[in-house]
C-alpha cells in the first residue's frame, strides 16, 4: 500500500511536470494548430525569471519580502513568456498560419536564437529588453480610443516604442549595477534556491514527500482550473473555442480572430513560464532545460488528442505514472516472484532513459489503435 | 518555370561533366588534407540531404529523424571496420568489450565479419527500419506535423537506446574507426582518406543519378500528387500508403549511405548523429537549397556546412544567432529555397524592383511565311 502510494505519488509529480509544460503546447497546437518548437526555449524564459526575480528580491530593500519570490515569479514568468510569445506571433507565425511545417521551422529557428540569447546577452539587458517590449506592445493600446482613432496614432505609437526603449535600457542597467551576478553573460547553469518554507518534506499517510513536489502540483492544479475556467466561462474563452471549431465561420460572425490569436498564443506561451518556474525548482537552470521537455510535452498533447484539456491531463498522468513504474523497476517489487525472462525484461528498461525508450514504443504502438489520440475530435472531413 | 526553359547544349553539358570529373580527381592535390576532410564529410551528408529532399520536397513528409538512419549506417560500418582489425585484442573482439567485460561478440554483430554483408547492411538495414516506421505510420493515416512529431520522438527512443548501451555498441562513446585497418592500411591514413574522398564523391554523383531517376516518370508524379492533395491521389484509386513507404524507405537508405561515408571521414559514430539538432539541421540545408530541387539539396548541404565551419572557426558564438536566422529567412522569405528562386522568377522579379525594366513577354513572332510560301 505504501509502496503503491509512494508509486502514485511519484507518478503525479512527473505527470504534473508534463502537465504543465504541456498545458500551453495544447492550447496553441490544439486550438490553433500551430507547432511551437520555441516552446521549451519559452519555458526556460520562465525558469531565468525565476532565477532574476529571486535575485533581485535579494536586493535590501526587498529583502523582507524574499520568501514569497516564488509566488511573484509565477506571474512575472506568465508575462514575460508571455510577452515574448506574443511578439513572435505577431512578427512570423502570423505569416505561416496555414503552412504547420514552416511554422516547425521557423519556431526552432527561434528556439536557436533564444539559447544563443541567453548565453550571450547578460541576463539584467536581457530583463530590460523584456520590459521595453511589454511597454511598446501594451502602452498603444491603454491608450483611449480618441487618440487611438484620429491619423497621428502612429506617431503616438512609435513615440511610446522610444519610451519604452529608454525604460528598458534604464532598467537593465539598473539592475545590472545593483546585482553583480546578472550584469555578465554566462553560458553556465544556474540555480533556484526555493525558498525555507519550501525546503524539506510533509508527512501525508506515513509517507514522506518533498514540498517542492507538492508546490509543483499545486502550481499545475492551478493553472489547470484556471484555463479551464477562462476557456468555458469567459467570452474570450468562447471566443477562442468559436474560432477553433471554425475559423471562417467565426470571423463573419464578427470575432476578431486575429485578437483571439493573439490571446490565444499569449496564453499558451504565458502557461509555458509557468511551466519554467516549476522546472527550475526540480533542478538547475541552463539555455538546454527546455530541449527536455518539448519532446515530451509533444507525446502528451498527441497521446491526449488535440484540443482536449481532458486528454492532455490524462495523457500527461499516465505518461508520469508509466515513467516511475518502469523507469525505477517498481513492477518487480509489486509482483516479486515474476517468471524470469520477464524480469529481465523489466531490469533492462529500469533506467530513465530506457524508460523513456519503452514509454515512446508504447505511443506509437498506442496510436496504431487510437491514431488521434485518446479523444480523438469528431468531424466529417476528409482531412480528419 | 523551371530550369528546363533554359534548355543546355549538349556540348555544354558534357563540359561541365569533364570539368567536373577532374576537379574531384584533382582535389587532393588543390586542397589542404583537413579542407579535403571536411569537403568529403560535408559531399556525404549531402546524400543524406537528397534523402531529405525525396520525401520532403517531392512528396511532403517532413520527417526530424533522418539521424537514425544516418546513424544506424555509420554504424554498421564502424562495427564492421572494429572487428576486422581486432584480431590483436583478446578473444578476437573489439578493444571496447573487453571494458565491459563482454567476453563474446553479441550475436546480431557476428554476421558483420563479412565485407559482402556489411555493404548491403549500411543501406538495406537503414532502409528496412525506415519502411517498417514507415508504414506504421502512414498505415493510420498520421500526417503532416503527426508525422514530424513522431520521427522526432522514434529518434529519441533510438538516441537514448544507443547511449544506454554500453555492452553491445559502446554506449554514448560511440565507436571509432580511425584508428582501424581496411585492406591493411589505417583508416585515418591520408592515402585511406583520398580514396574515401572519391568514392563519396562517385556516390553523390550516384545518388543524384538515381534521385532524379525516382522522380521522373509516373513515380514521381503520384510522389508530387501525395505532396499537393494525398486525399485526392486516394481518390483516383491509388495507395498512399504504398508509395510513401517506398520512399521514405528510399530516403532511409540514402540515409544509411551517407552515415557510412561520414563515419569513415569524421573517424567516429556515436549517439550524437541521432541528436534533434543535427537531423534538423538536415531539412535547413534542404530548405536553403532549394526543395523539390535535387541539386539545391546537394549545394545546400555542401555549403551551409561549409558556411558553418568557417564561421564557427572565427565566431563561435554567432553561429547560433545565423543559423536560427536561417531558418526564419528561409521559410518566411524564400520558402523555394536559393535554387528554387533562381529557377523561378526571383532574380528578374529582384531586377525590376531596382527600376531595371523586366522585357515584356510576347508570343513568339508567328511564322507569317509558311515554308511552301502560300501566303505570298
Known amino acids: ?384 | 518555370m523551371s530550369l528546363s526553359k533554359f534548355k543546355f547544349d549538349r556540348k555544354i553539358v558534357l563540359s561541365f561533366w569533364i570539368i567536373l570529373i577532374a576537379l574531384i580527381i584533382a582535389a587532393p592535390t588543390l586542397l589542404p588534407v583537413f579542407r579535403l576532410n571536411l569537403l568529403g564529410r560535408y559531399l556525404s551528408l549531402s546524400i543524406v540531404a537528397l534523402g531529405v529532399d525525396l520525401i520532403w520536397g517531392y512528396t511532403g513528409l517532413l520527417s526530424l529523424g533522418q539521424g537514425i538512419f544516418f546513424a544506424l549506417g555509420g554504424y554498421c560500418a564502424a562495427m564492421y571496420l572494429q572487428i576486422t582489425s581486432s584480431s590483436e585484442f583478446p578473444n578476437n573482439i573489439p578493444e571496447f568489450f573487453a571494458l565491459y567485460g563482454v567476453e563474446k561478440l553479441p550475436f546480431f554483430w557476428e554476421p558483420f565479419r563479412s565485407p559482402v554483408f556489411t555493404f548491403f547492411a549500411i543501406w538495406i538495414i537503414p532502409a528496412l527500419v525506415a519502411g517498417l516506421i514507415g508504414f506504421l505510420v502512414f498505415r493510420n493515416r498520421i500526417k503532416g506535423v503527426y508525422f514530424s512529431i513522431l520521427t522526432q520522438a522514434s529518434l529519441l527512443v533510438f538516441f537514448n537506446f544507443f547511449n544506454g548501451q554500453q555492452k553491445l555498441i559502446n554506449g554514448t562513446n560511440g565507436l571509432k574507426t580511425d584508428v582501424t585497418k581496411i585492406f591493411g592500411q589505417m583508416v585515418g591514413s591520408e592515402s585511406m582518406q583520398r580514396i574515401f574522398f572519391w568514392i563519396t564523391a562517385i556516390l553523390v554523383i550516384a545518388a543524384w543519378f538515381f534521385a532524379k531517376w525516382v522522380v521522373k516518370g509516373r513515380f514521381g508524379n503520384i510522389l508530387i500528387g501525395i505532396r499537393d492533395d494525398e486525399p485526392r491521389v486516394r481518390f483516383t484509386g491509388y495507395n498512399p500508403v504504398i508509395f510513401k513507404t517506398i520512399i521514405f524507405s528510399i530516403a532511409g537508405g540514402l540515409a544509411g549511405i551517407s552515415g557510412a561515408l561520414y563515419t569513415v571521414q569524421s573517424g567516429i559514430v556515436s549517439p550524437q548523429f541521432m541528436t534533434v539538432p543535427f537531423s534538423i539541421e538536415m531539412v535547413i540545408w534542404v530548405a536553403v537549397g532549394g526543395r523539390g530541387t535535387l541539386m539545391g539539396a546537394i549545394l545546400g548541404a555542401v555549403f551551409i556546412n561549409y558556411a558553418k565551419s568557417l564561421v564557427s572557426e572565427a565566431l563561435p558564438a554567432s553561429w547560433m544567432f545565423i543559423q536560427g536566422g536561417l531558418f526564419i529567412l528561409v521559410v518566411t522569405a524564400l520558402p523555394e529555397g536559393v535554387l528554387g528562386w533562381i529557377q523561378g522568377d526571383g532574380p528578374r522579379n529582384l531586377l525590376q524592383k531596382f527600376g531595371l525594366k523586366r522585357k515584356i513577354e510576347t508570343y513568339p513572332s508567328l511564322e507569317v511565311n509558311n515554308k511552301d510560301g502560300n501566303n505570298e
Not at chain 1, 50 to 79: E, G, M, R
Not at chain 1, 107 to 133: K, M, N
Not at chain 1, 336 to 365: E, G, K, Q, W, Y
Request: aromatic share 10%; charged share 10%; net charge positive.
Open chain 1, 1 to 384: 500500500m505504501e509502496l503503491l502510494l509512494d508509486s502514485l505519488f511519484n507518478g503525479v509529480a512527473i505527470g504534473s511536470v508534463l502537465l504543465v509544460a504541456a498545458l500551453g503546447l495544447a492550447i496553441v497546437f490544439g486550438l490553433m494548430g500551430v507547432i511551437n518548437l520555441a516552446h521549451g526555449e519559452l519555458m526556460m524564459l520562465g525558469a531565468y525569471t525565476t532565477y532574476v526575480t529571486q535575485l533581485i528580491f535579494k536586493l535590501p530593500i526587498l529583502k523582507p519580502y524574499y520568501n514569497s519570490y516564488i509566488i511573484v515569479s509565477i506571474f512575472l514568468a506568465f508575462i514575460v513568456s508571455g510577452v515574448v510569445g506574443i511578439l513572435l506571433e505577431k512578427t512570423i507565425i502570423r505569416k505561416l498560419y496555414g503552412s504547420p511545417l514552416e511554422t516547425l521551422l521557423a519556431t526552432w529557428g527561434v528556439s536557436l536564437i533564444l539559447q544563443q540569447f541567453v548565453r550571450s546577452v547578460p541576463l539584467a539587458y536581457g530583463t530590460g529588453l523584456v520590459i521595453s517590449l511589454l511597454i511598446g506592445l501594451f502602452l498603444p493600446t491603454t491608450f483611449p480610443s480618441k487618440i487611438k482613432e484620429s491619423i497621428n496614432f502612429k506617431y503616438f505609437k512609435f513615440s511610446s516604442w522610444i519610451f519604452a526603449a529608454l525604460t528598458g535600457v534604464l532598467t537593465g542597467s539598473l539592475i545590472s549595477s545593483s546585482v553583480s551576478k546578472l550584469s555578465r553573460a554566462s553560458a553556465r547553469n544556474v540555480d533556484v534556491t526555493a525558498p525555507s518554507w519550501m525546503r524539506g518534506q510533509v508527512e501525508i499517510i506515513g509517507t514522506a514527500f518533498p514540498k517542492t513536489r507538492l508546490m509543483i502540483i499545486v502550481i499545475t492544479l492551478i493553472s489547470v482550473i484556471a484555463i479551464t475556467l477562462f476557456l468555458n466561462q469567459s467570452a474570450w474563452g468562447m471566443r477562442i473555442r468559436a474560432v477553433t471549431q471554425n475559423r471562417q465561420m467565426s470571423d463573419c460572425l464578427g470575432i476578431s480572430t486575429e485578437k483571439v490569436d493573439i490571446i490565444t498564443f499569449g496564453i499558451g506561451s504565458g502557461l509555458a513560464g509557468v511551466a519554467g518556474v516549476a522546472v527550475s525548482l526540480l533542478g538547475s537552470v541552463g539555455p538546454n532545460v527546455g530541449g527536455n521537455y518539448i519532446v515530451g510535452c509533444f507525446m502528451v498533447v498527441v497521446l491526449g488528442g488535440v484540443g482536449n484539456l481532458l486528454g492532455t491531463v490524462l495523457a500527461s498522468f499516465g505518461i508520469g505514472i508509466m515513467t516511475d513504474l518502469i523507469g525505477a523497476g517498481r513492477l518487480l517489487s509489486i509482483w516479486p516472484d515474476m517468471p524470469l525472462p520477464l524480469s529481465n525484461t523489466i531490469n533492462f528498461f529500469a533506467t530513465t532513459s530506457m524508460a523513456r525508450v519503452m514509454i515512446f514504443a508504447l505511443i506509437v504502438l498506442f496510436l496504431q489503435f487510437k491514431p488521434t489520440g485518446l479523444f480523438p475530435q469528431k468531424g466529417r472531413m476528409v482531412e480528419n
